[in-house]
């Protein structure tokens, strides 16, 4: 995590735009409703507080919900504190929970409690405190987005040597034949940075052959091959095993259908950058669709980042917006 003065990417955080090029593309419908999680709290007596503090930083490592906009502890209406201990994603049982605090070295009551706090913080200080009434006290860090963006690494280098590579590809399709779908994905594996390229395969195989899923097959194909024979390439083969597409980072030339950008749910990939937005058929941008925005979809136990490339340098050939890529 760098501070926001030290980042060396230039960042509109107004706009959520990269190096005035990647627009960060999300669900915003939903920014400001809050994302509910049950935690579990004790009462207990402020003396206690030092103490509470140290057993919740003895557990801290096992808890997956970040609490860092939130207070961990509040006054309660009979002169004691209720404190938040952990939320139900980490113990899911009361039993669990009761358990954990079999070691506590403080006094406590109402085990019980039945509070929910947000996942994140709003985006505005306004809200920061109509939520605090509402549901919990929260600390005001500013917009949670601002922190997300800031935290982003990018090859802008390599970003754009794929982005070109792709653009010539769609290219050499169109001019093969120009009723072949000019669609074209990258796939870079975190673990060692190769890149496949697959084009899109319907003109040829099945109507299933988007060219996402051809990059996702092949991807698993390659890793098969190589734990099946090894490599005959020395340099490879101390490559540590691959699990699906996890963190891959995915550049295609046209916003992907709701098919494929399902599949990447299931591939664990860490980005998708695209280049075109596809008005009818595209399940990522707000706009597109029906505007699901698979990839930050509340309802899916799985997420992954989207940027759209905006700059005009990576031209694609048009595609009829009603057609799936
Ligand atoms: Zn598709």
């Given amino acids: 995590m760098v501070k926001k003065k030290q980042n060396p990417l230039t960042i509109d955080y107004r706009k959520c735009l990269i190096e005035n090029r990647l627009q960060q593309v999300r669900n915003t419908t939903f920014a400001d409703h809050p994302d509910l999680v049950n935690v579990w709290t004790v009462d207990i007596d402020p003396r206690d507080s030092h103490s509470l503090i140290n057993f919740i930083k003895d557990i801290q490592a096992d808890e997956p919900v970040s609490f860092q906009h939130i207070k961990r502890i509040r006054k309660n209406s009979h002169s004691g504190l209720t404190a938040i201990i952990c939320s139900h994603e980490m113990l899911q049982t009361e039993e669990d929970f009761l358990r954990l605090l079999k070691d506590a070295e403080f006094e406590y009551e109402n085990t019980s409690g039945r509070f929910q706090v ?3 913080g709003p985006s505005t200080k306004e809200l920061s405190s109509e939520w605090s009434e509402k549901y919990w006290p929260l ?4 917009n949670p987005n601002d922190q997300i963006l800031n935290d982003y690494v990018f090859d802008m280098g390599l970003i754009k040597r794929i982005l070109q590579r792709i653009s010539e590809l769609t290219a050499a399709q169109h001019e093969k034949d120009p009723l072949i779908t000019p669609a074209v994905s990258a796939f870079v594996n975190p673990l060692n940075k190769r890149v496949i390229y697959t084009v899109d395969g319907r003109h040829q195989g099945s109507p299933l052959d988007h060219s996402i899923m051809l990059g996702i097959k092949e991807v698993a194909r390659q890793e098969q091959q190589r734990r099946d024979c090894g490599t005959e390439d020395p340099t490879q083969s101390d490559d540590p095993d691959t699990y699906l597409c996890l963190d891959f980072d ?45 990839h930050n979809n509340r309802n899916l136990n799985s997420s992954y980042e989207v940027f759209q490339w905006t700059g005009n340098e990576f031209i694609v050939p048009h595609i009829d917006p009603h057609t799936c890529c």
């Fill in 139 to 142: 600390v005001w860090r500013g």
């Fill in 250 to 294: 995915v550049y295609t030339s046209h916003e992907p259908c709701s098919m494929c950008a399902m599949a990447l749910i299931h591939s664990r990939i860490k980005r998708c950058i695209f280049l075109k937005s596809m008005a009818c058929t595209g399940c990522l941008t707000p706009a597109s669709g029906d505007g699901y925005c698979m």
């Fill in 118 to 120: 947000p996942r994140l």
